[in-house]
């Protein structure tokens, strides 16, 4: 049997409220499928699944709020019967602490009196109090139950307590961009109260860059071009790949380097805010997939439809503060992470090239690391490698 | 066949309804026909290319790269599609 626990949903998120269940039990699902749809503060999540098998049971009803890692369903692996799932989950069941009031039993019994159900905690402890016409009321008037302070017995919502939220309503864009900003206001502060940043940068010539992107697009329809952002994306995430002490997360006490390069993108959204989905395996994607890849993510993190893999993956962030931005920005790292790359606006300044002044189109990169982890002699090489590799942009769309 | 006023009201409503969509916040009457659209609303290069794939879709035309820097205003880029529809109906002998 397998326990679909709900994954986490970056760092900042450590709960979730179900929106929708994209399957139902009996339904079959592979690696990579939606199976539910989670509210967050800054976006609604579709939860993917990295395991293949059959949806046995769901654990939660739409509008829970789950924790991360709650059990939200339960699968049977492929050729699994439903009766060994059921012995599955009396194992497990037994297996959960008995609570502090039982004298610990000399052996494994599982309890008689409470059920199996009854007895696993994670799942039914966070479990609103909801008195069922409220759920139904709820879910009629659109009310999310999560927001109500129940005043019911042991804080039970009613159907009062419902009806009064609808009618107060127009929770949405507010109480979204209010819990939103909390949410970021919470990542940052613990980053900067628990990481070392060390701060650096350097200016890049793009005049390469700049005219082979424009040879590149010229003549192509405005769907196929790409654009600078991608090939900063790009050029980080090739340069990283000598620097793994950058590409990771810091985690109790250790840094775990990344499986791979998610560039996290830091996206700015036009109502405020910030979210800063991943795109996976940045490195391994040649320059036209990764413009697919980021307009896409880009499109989806506006319409606030992102997916898990994308919140949680990323091993490192870009911000891009673009040509409509400023020359330098000095990022705050997005913990667990331990670095952040920032591009400010790229133009034309003075720089002397052989002996001579000339006007060259620089983009000033910065570099903001967390120094449990790297040093600052291991940044600047890492923010000369990335120039170099932007001196030589036909060579950032070959295979590694 | 030369373009009637109608025809231009209807090109300008198709800007504006594609840099609306892109830009779900402005009111196109506040839009300033002479200063430059960047200065007026938050496009950054990808809004900007996501304005001229909408544009494409609507109004037929594609934009070269190297023509962007002479579209900086709403009134530019209107003129700029306009004589781009027109050569594009004279060619095709329409």
């Known amino acids: ?400 | 066949m030369s373009a009637t006023a109608s025809d231009d009201a209807a090109l300008r409503r198709a800007v504006l309804e594609a840099l609306q969509r892109i830009a779900p916040e402005i009111s196109p009457s506040e839009i300033a026909p002479d200063v430059p659209l960047r200065d007026q609303v938050d496009l950054d290069s990808m809004d900007w290319l996501n304005f001229l794939v909408a544009l494409h879709a609507k109004v037929g035309v594609d934009i070269p790269e190297a023509d962007y820097a002479k579209l900086a205003t709403l009134d530019q880029l209107l003129a700029y599609l306009k004589a781009k529809r027109a050569s594009a109906s004279h060619t095709n002998g329409a």
Request: hydrophobic share 45%; charged share 20%.
């Open chain 1, 1 to 400: 049997m397998i326990e679909f626990k709900l994954p986490s949903l970056g760092a900042e998120m450590d709960q979730g409220t179900l929106l929708e269940w994209k399957v139902k039990p009996g339904d079959p699902v592979c690696k990579g499928d939606v199976v539910a749809v989670v509210d967050t503060s800054k976006s609604a999540i579709d939860v993917e699944i990295w395991q293949e098998g059959t949806v046995y049971e769901l654990v939660h009803a739409i509008h829970d709020t789950v924790p991360v890692g709650g059990v939200i369903a339960r699968l049977l692996e492929p050729g699994e019967t439903a009766e060994h799932a059921e012995a599955e989950k009396r194992r497990i069941a037994a297996a959960v602490p008995v609570p502090a009031q039982a004298a610990p039993a000399p052996q494994a019994i599982a309890p008689l009196s409470p059920t199996p159900t009854q007895a696993a905690p994670p799942a039914a402890a966070e479990r609103r109090r909801v008195s069922p016409a409220a759920r139904v009321r709820a879910q009629a008037l659109g009310v999310d139950l999560a927001r109500l302070a129940g005043t019911g017995p042991q804080g039970a919502v009613t159907l009062e307590d419902v009806e009064k939220a609808a009618t107060a309503k127009a929770p949405s864009p507010v109480d979204r961009a209010l819990a939103m900003r909390a949410a970021i206001g919470a990542v940052m502060a613990r980053s900067k109260r628990e990481i070392p940043h060390y701060y650096l940068a350097t200016d890049i010539p793009l005049a390469r860059a700049t005219q082979w992107l424009a040879q590149r697009n010229e003549g192509r329809p405005v769907t196929e071009r790409v654009l600078l952002a991608a090939l900063l994306l790009k050029a980080v995430a090739r340069a990283l790949a000598r620097f793994p002490e950058l590409n990771g997360h810091y985690r109790d006490g250790a840094f775990a380097p990344g499986a791979g390069i998610h560039v996290g993108v830091a996206i700015s959204l036009r109502q405020g805010g910030l979210i800063a989905p991943a795109l996976l395996a940045t490195d391994t994607l040649p320059l036209d997939e990764l413009m697919r890849r980021l307009t896409d993510l880009v499109a989806r993190a506006r319409a606030l439809t992102l997916r898990s893999s994308e919140m949680s993956d990323a091993t490192i962030t870009v911000t891009n503060l673009g040509d409509q931005g400023v020359d330098l920005v000095q990022g705050v790292i997005y913990a667990p992470q331990v670095a952040l790359v920032g591009f400010g606006r790229p133009s034309e300044r003075a720089w002397v090239e052989n002996g001579q002044v000339v006007a060259m189109p620089l983009v000033t990169a910065s570099l903001s690391a967390d120094h449990r982890v790297s040093d600052g002699h291991r940044g600047a090489l890492f923010l000369n490698e990335l120039s170099q590799r932007l001196q030589q942009p036909e060579r950032l769309d070959e295979k590694p």
